[in-house]
C-alpha cells in the first residue's frame, strides 16, 4: 500500500534495454549525438510543429530555467501560492532568475483564475521602477492540488496573461497524467492554448532522471543554451537520457503509464468516496489525490501498513478546510501501483475502528 | 498642501552649514576621515553601546545590504505583507541577497504579529532542503501604515523570531518619528527589544541623502564592508553624508523635526476625525496616515489644490475595508509641514460638496 | 603636498550654493523633479544628442549598472587587466550582472589594443555554450595609467567591438580630465566614436558625490531604470545630485576644473622629469602619473611630508618595470591643487638625499 | 581512431546490471534510499574517514556547487588559466557563488606552482573591501593538460593556501586517472595532502551520469544540502545514481578503468615520442596527451580516420609553444579505448606524407 510518491517508484525494463541499445560506440558528447537527434525530432512530431528541445535531469532544473529565460531578474512570476516552483523547490527559480519575485496567488482547487491573476497584480504598476515588473505566468497541469485545468481554462489564463505581455509556462512534472485525463493532444494542451514554454516531464510517470524544457517560442532557444550549461545541466552523455525519452515516447509509453496511474487514482477515489472515515480536499482529476481524516484515523492507516505522506500547511483554500484534530494525506497512484495495493487501502480505510 | 511625501520635502540650512564645514583640506576618501569617525561615535552615544556603522544614501541600500547579510541565498524573510522591502524597493533583498524569498505575512493595522507569523511559517521546515529556511524577521517602524509598534510588541516578535534562530532588522526609514512617538531611547527601541540590524534612516526627515546600517551584531560588519563596496555604496567623499548626520543628530535636530512631523499628523487626523467626508484606514501614531474617501471627494480635494498620493492595493486589512467607489489616500507630513497647509486642507475637506 | 587622490579633496562652494538653490518648497521625489530634468537637458545638449541619464552616487555603481546592462549573466567584458572594474571594485560588475566574468587584457600604457583585445578572444566561441561570450568592451578614459587613448583608439576599438557584436563602455571617472586634454568634444570622445555607454564622472573633479550613466544606445533605458532602483541607486531627493551636476556642467566649470587638475599634473612632470631620484612609468596625458622610485627614496619623500599612495601590482607592463627595490607611487592632482604644492614637491625630490 | 573524449564512450555492462539490481520496489525519493546510503558509506571507506557525499549528475554542477560553498559572493577562486572551471564552464561558479571572481593564474605544463599563486595575489589584500577577497585554492587533478600533480606538490598548494586561510577544492573529473597513475589512495590524493571539497568525478571513466562532492570538511554539509536543492541537482530517484557508482567502486571499477586508459595512453606517447610530424606540449602523465602539429599533418590525419579535437588557446605555456602554421590536438584515451585504436593511429601518423 504504497502511495508516497511517484517518485519513490523504479523504471519500467524497456528503459534499461533502450539506454543499452544507445550504448554502442563512441558519439560526439554534450548533446551533438543522434539519439538527442531523435528525440528532438520526436518531440516536434508530439507537438505537432517545430519546438526546440533541451533535457534535463530534474523538474526543479526545467522549471527554473524555463522560468529565468521568461523574466527579468527585476520581474515577477505568477504562480499559485501552493505551486511547487513556490514552496518546494528551495528558491530556484529566484536562484536561476537572478532574484525574480515568485507572486504566489491564492485559489481554489489548486488552479489560478484570471481573477485571481488581476487581484494579485493590483499592486504592481508597468513602468513604474519602484515595483518588481510581472513578466510570466506559471500553470501547474496537473496541479499541486492533483487537479486539472481544462483547456479552456489554460486558454483563458494565457489570454489574460498574454493581454499584459507576460510569457506563459507550464510545470508539466505530470504533463501525461493531464494529457491522458483530458484525452487531448500535446499540441492542444500547450502553444494551441498559449503556452510558451513547457517543463516536460517523465521521472514521475517512468524515466530514471529525464526532463525536457520544451519551447514554443524559439526566440530563446539560445538563451536557454547557456543557461542550461551555465547551471551544470548539460549532460555529457547526452544519448542516455536521450535514449529515455525515446523510450518514453516510443509506442506511447508514457500514455500507457499515465493512463494505469489515473485509472488507479480513479479506482482509490471511488472506493473511498463514500467513506466516513475520510473526504476528498479537491477534485481528483489525475494521479493524486488529498483525503483528510482524524488524526486517530491517519495512525491507524499507518499503523496498518499504509505508506503515504501528510501534507504541510492550511490545505483546501475555501471549502473543505481541515479541521484542528484532522491532518491532509496525499495519496499518489504510479505507473506501477497495483489494483491489489488499492483495494487493500479501501479495505483497511474501511475497517478502521 | 502639500502631503504627499517626506522625501519631496527640501532640507534644513543647517545641512548645508554642516557641509560647508566638511569641506576642508583633503582628507582620506572612502570613509577613513575624521567625520565618518565623529558620526561613528555619535550612534555609539546614541545607542548607549558600541555598534558599527555604514552609512549609504537610500534606504533601499540600507534595507537589502543589511537584510543580504542576515539570510544566505536559500533564505527568507519575513515581513509585513505591504511592507517597504516587499512591495516597493523593486526587489533589491532578493538582488542583493541573491536570490532568498520575502516571505510576505498579513498583519491588521499595519503590523506583524507572533501569531501571524507561527501561521506562515506553517509550511517552512528547518532542515528540509526542498523548503527555502525563513532566516531573518524585518519589522517597519513607523509601519507603511503609519502605525507604530509599542516597545512591548517589538519584544514579542523578536522573541518569536529569536526562538527559531532568525536575526531581526528594524526598516527605520521613519525610525525619528517613532522614538519621538514612543517617548523610548533609540536604545529601547532597537537591540534592547531583541533588534539585530537597523537600517537608521535620515533622508525622509531633512537629510540630503543620509541612511545608515547600524550594526549591533558587529559579527556581521566584516561582511557589510564588502556587501556595501560591491553594491556600489561606498561613498568616496565620505565626509559629506557624515557631516549630514552628524548635523542630524546634533542638538536632537532628529528628534525635533520629527516631533514636528508628528504633532502635524496629530492636527491633521484630529482635524479629520469627524468629517463624514472621509475615515481614517489605520491609527494614526506617527507622520503619515491613510483616509478613506469616495472618488468624488477624491478629485475636489485635488480640484481644491490638496497634493497627496492614493494608495494601491487592499488597503486595510480587516475592518475598514475600501469600498469599490473609494480610493485611499496617504497623508505624509514632513519636518517642514505647515500648521497653515494642515488647518486648509481640514477646511477644504469640510467645504468639499 | 597632498597627492593621494581627487577623491580627497573638497568641492567649490558653488556646489552648495547650487544646492541651496535647488532647497526650495516640495517637489516629487525620486527624479520626476525639475532639476532632473533640466540636468537630463544639459546632457543632451552637451553631447549633442537625446541621451538617457541616469544619475548615481558613486562610480562604481555607474559602472556596474552600465555593464549588467550590456552584458548577459552568461557573457564577459573585455577590459584592461588593471581597470578599476577589474581590481578595484570587489567584483560590483560581476555581482550587478549576475556573475558575468571580466576577462582582462593586458596592454601597456594602460591601454588596450584591438590586437591585443584579439588574442584575448583566442578561446571564446561565438555560440558555443560552453563558453562565457564576450558581450561588451569597456574603455577607461583617462586610464588607470593616467593615459590617455587619443580618437583614433577609441575609434578602432570600438570598431574592433562592434565588429564582433560587442557593446561598448567608458568608465569616465575622469571624463573631464580626458575631454580637456584631447581638446575634443564631448561628442567626439564618445558616441561619435563609437560608444554606447558611459559612466560620467563628477565626483573626482569638483562635486559630492554625483556620477552619471549616459546612455547613447536608447533602448536600455527601461533595464537601467529597474536596474538603478534594484541596486538601491535611485536617489529619493534627486534634486540634489542633479543641482551638483548643473553647477558643474554651468559655465564650464567642469573643464575648467579639469583643465587646472591637468596643468598642475603637467608642471609636476615636467618638474620631475629629469630628476635622478625617480622616472616616470607611463605617459602623463592627464592629471595623474606615476613614478618609479627606490625604498630609501619613497620614505624620505613621506618624511619630508608628501602625501601620495604607493600602488600594487606589477607596475607597468612592458618597458620600465620595477625592480625589487623600487615601489610605485601615483601622484594625483585635482581641481584645487595649488602650484606651491607641486614646486615643494618637485623641490623635496631634488633635495633627497 | 577515436581519441576525442572520454566523455563520447558508452559504458560497461556493468553499470545497468547495477541500475537493474536498484529497481525494486518503492523507496522514499530525494536520497532517502539504501543505495544512496549505501555508497556514502562506500565513499567512507574509500577515503578511511567520515565524509558527506553529494551526488550530482555533471562536473560542472559538482565543481560549482564546491566553489559556492567555498567563497562568499564577494571572494575570489584561484585556479590555473586554462582550468575547466575558468574556461569550459560558461561561468558556472560566477553563477553559483553569486559572482565572485576567478582568479587565472599561468602555470607551464597544466599546473599552479606556489610562486605563481604568491605572485597572483600580489593585488588583493586582506581586509580590504575596494578589492575581492581571495578565499579558495582549486586544483584540477588530472590536470587540464594531461599531467598530474605529484602529492608532495598537491601539500606544498595546500600549506600555500591555508596559511592563507584560503580553503581548498580539487576538480576531480579524472580523479581515478590520478590515482592509478600516482599509485596512491584516494585519501593520500585528498584531505590527506590539505584538500578540503572534492569534485568526484565517474562519468568520463565509465558512469552515465555520476560524480560526487565529497565534503572533508563536514561544516560545509548543510549548506552543500541547499545549494544542491536550489541549483536542481537533487535527483528525485537517487537510487540509480547511487547504483552506478557502488558499481563503480565495487571490485575497484574506477580503477581498472583508469589504468586502462593510462596504459593506453601511455603506449601511445611512446609510439608517437619518436616521430618527426609532432611533438608533445606537455607530459604524458595520464589519459589525455598533447601533441603539436602542422596544419597540414592535421589534415592528413583526419583524412585518414582519426578522431581527435584540436585545442583552442595559446597551447602550453612556456617552452614548447605552438607556431603559426601549428595546431594543438588532444588525444584521449578512456576505459574501453583499444590497443588496435592506438597502434592505427601511431601507424596512420608514420605514413603522413
Redesign the interface.
Known amino acids: 500500500m ?1 502511495f ?2 511517484d ?5 519500467p ?1 524497456v528503459m ?1 534495454e533502450a ?2 541499445k ?9 548533446g551533438n549525438d543522434p539519439w538527442t537527434d531523435k528525440i528532438t525530432a520526436m518531440f516536434c512530431d508530439l507537438f505537432e510543429r517545430e519546438v526546440a528541445v533541451f533535457m ?10 524555463s522560468l529565468a529565460a521568461l523574466t ?3 520581474g ?1 512570476v505568477l504562480c499559485h501560492n501552493e505551486s511547487h516552483i513556490m ?6 527559480t ?9 507572486m504566489g496567488v491564492a485559489g481554489e482547487n489548486g488552479k489560478l483564475t484570471p481573477e485571481a491573476i488581476n487581484q494579485a497584480l ?2 504592481s ?1 508597468p513602468g513604474n ?5 510581472p513578466a510570466a505566468l506559471s500553470l501547474t497541469q496537473v496541479s499541486e492540488a492533483g487537479t486539472i485545468y481544462t483547456l479552456d481554462e489554460i486558454g483563458m489564463l494565457c489570454d489574460a496573461a498574454r493581454s499584459r505581455n507576460f510569457k506563459t509556462h507550464m510545470d508539466g512534472a505530470r504533463f501525461a497524467n493531464a494529457v491522458s485525463s483530458l484525452g487531448c493532444s500535446a499540441a492542444d494542451m500547450t502553444w494551441k492554448a498559449g503556452i510558451d514554454v513547457l517543463s516536460f516531464g517523465a ?2 510517470n517512468g524515466a ?2 529525464a526532463e525536457a524544457v520544451v519551447l514554443f517560442d524559439l526566440e530563446l532557444a539560445d ?1 536557454l ?13 547526452s544519448r ?2 536521450a535514449a529515455q525519452l525515446i523510450a518514453y515516447l516510443q509506442d506511447d509509453l508514457w500514455l500507457k503509464n499515465a493512463r494505469h496511474a489515473n485509472e488507479m487514482s480513479k479506482c482509490l477515489a471511488d472506493g473511498l468516496q463514500n467513506s466516513s472515515k475520510l473526504r476528498h480536499a479537491f477534485d481528483v482529476d489525475a494521479n493524486l489525490q488529498f483525503v483528510i481524516m482524524k488524526n486517530e484515523v491517519h495512525e491507524k492507516l499507518i499503523a496498518g501498513g499504509a ?1 503515504f505522506y501528510t501534507w ?3 490545505g483546501p483554500q475555501g471549502k473543505n478546510a481541515k479541521q484542528e484534530d484532522e491532518i491532509i494525506a496525499r495519496l499518489v497512484c504510479g505507473y506501477s501501483t497495483t489494483k491489489e495495493d488499492v483495494d487493500a487501502f479501501i479495505a483497511l480505510v474501511e475497517n478502521v475502528g
Chains 1, 2, 3, 4 share one sequence.
Not at 543554451?225 to 552523455?237: P, Q, T
Open positions: 504504497f508516497k510518491s517518485n519513490s517508484l523504479g523504471v525494463e534499461f539506454m543499452k544507445a550504448n554502442e560506440g563512441p558519439v560526439t558528447a554534450y534535463v535531469t530534474t523538474g526543479t532544473a526545467a522549471n527554473a530555467l527579468p531578474s527585476w515577477a514552496v518546494d523547490e528551495c528558491g530556484a529566484e536562484f536561476y532568475s537572478g532574484g525574480a519575485k515568485l493590483y499592486y504598476e521602477e519602484h515595483y518588481v515588473q521521472t514521475k530514471l532522471a538563451e543554451n547557456y543557461r542550461r550549461m551555465r547551471g551544470g545541466h548539460l549532460i555529457s552523455k542516455f537520457p505508506q504541510p500547511g492550511r
